[in-house]
């Protein structure tokens, strides 16, 4: 009987013993999938051409999103959960896209619900508030909840060979206005009366999904614009493409022109400012595609979608 009790007692320090280390084994594997979501994060924001790609964006919201659904009970998870929402929201400022606020609205609303008493409720729910203020602001803006597929992103590998800027994204060039020149398609404003000082282009920049290519242009106030579609010229060697003169603005210095896309649909994006105060912005193209042009304000921002055909 005695020997009974010891054995029992053993298998019992065995199991106890062996649930410890289990326990301690899911706490380091949740601590280490955070650690490595945290560093895909870090690598994102540290690259403009990744952070060009819903992707890219994507595959990070993923990696938090491991911990919270493969150790829901774990100290990581409401952290990484928290984490997507901000994401998301990060997400948005880049693609101009309602879609990723209401995705991360959704992430504040399952945080709240999932851990009511976690310290970074508080913080939840204040981004819930903004995000409501942002999409009153945001009334222009085209939603898509859209998930790209990397498939149908046939210039993807090209477009991330190289992360980072190399010497073709950073060397100036000289005025372009000679060779994108064409019949004028569109004539349009912003969403204010123009300055009647030049308006200065602060920063170009694009994201690119499985639906379109989209180009943005920050400005500190609201401009005139005319653009127009030029199909391939083979006897000058020239690409499809799209330009769009800003009127009465100019470059901030230190933004370089080009800008290495090569996503399957954009090659490159070239702007200069030309000798009668305006600003051209060039889109070569792979390929022919339908775009539109829509404005925002505050801050000022001027959208070209190239659409995927």
């Given at each position: 009987m005695e020997m009974k009790a010891r054995i029992l007692c053993t298998l019992l320090f065995c199991s106890i013993l062996l649930l410890a280390l289990v326990a301690v084994s899911r706490a380091e594997a949740s601590r280490e999938i955070l650690e490595s979501a945290q560093k895909k994060y870090e690598t994102l924001l540290k690259?403009?051409?990744?952070?060009?790609?819903?992707?890219?964006?994507?595959?990070?919201?993923?990696?938090?999103?491991?911990?919270?659904?493969?150790?829901p009970h774990s100290e990581e998870a409401p952290r990484a959960l928290f984490a997507e929402g901000c994401i998301w929201r990060e997400m948005?400022?880049?693609s101009i896209t309602l879609g990723e606020l209401y995705r991360a609205e959704e992430v504040f609303k399952?945080?709240?619900?999932?851990?009511?008493?976690?310290?970074?409720?508080?913080?939840?729910?204040?981004?819930?508030?903004?995000?409501?203020?942002?999409?009153?602001?945001?009334?222009?803006i085209s939603v898509s909840t859209t998930k790209p597929d990397p498939n149908k992103f046939p210039g993807r590998d090209v477009a991330l060979k190289n992360?980072?800027?190399?010497?073709?994204?950073?060397?100036?060039?000289?005025d372009v206005s000679k060779?994108?020149?064409?019949?004028?398609?569109?004539?349009?404003k912003t969403d204010a009366d123009p300055a009647p000082s030049p308006v200065s282009i602060k920063k170009i920049r694009y994201f690119t999904d499985d639906t379109r290519t989209r180009i943005v242009v920050d400005m500190d106030a609201a401009v005139s614009f005319e653009d127009a579609a030029l199909p391939r010229d083979a006897s000058k060697g020239t690409p499809p493409r799209i330009y769009v003169d800003l009127i009465g603005a100019s470059v901030t210095s230190g933004l370089y022109s080009p800008l290495t896309v090569k996503d399957g649909l954009v090659s490159r994006i070239r702007w200069s400012n030309t000798k009668n105060g305006v600003v051209r912005v060039v889109l070569d193209l792979e390929e022919k595609a339908d775009y539109k042009i829509f404005c925002l304000g505050g801050p000022?921002?001027?959208v070209i979608d190239v659409l995927r055909n």
């Open positions: 690259l403009e051409k990744r952070r060009s790609s819903k992707t890219m964006w994507l595959e990070v919201i993923n990696a938090f999103d491991r911990v919270v659904k493969g150790y948005f400022n880049y399952k945080f709240i619900k999932t851990y009511p008493r976690h310290e970074l409720a508080v913080d939840a729910k204040k981004n819930i508030e903004e995000i409501e203020r942002q999409k009153k602001d945001s009334s222009l992360d980072g800027a190399g010497p073709e994204d950073t060397a100036p060039r000289k060779d994108t020149t064409g019949e004028k398609k569109n004539i349009g000022h921002r001027l």
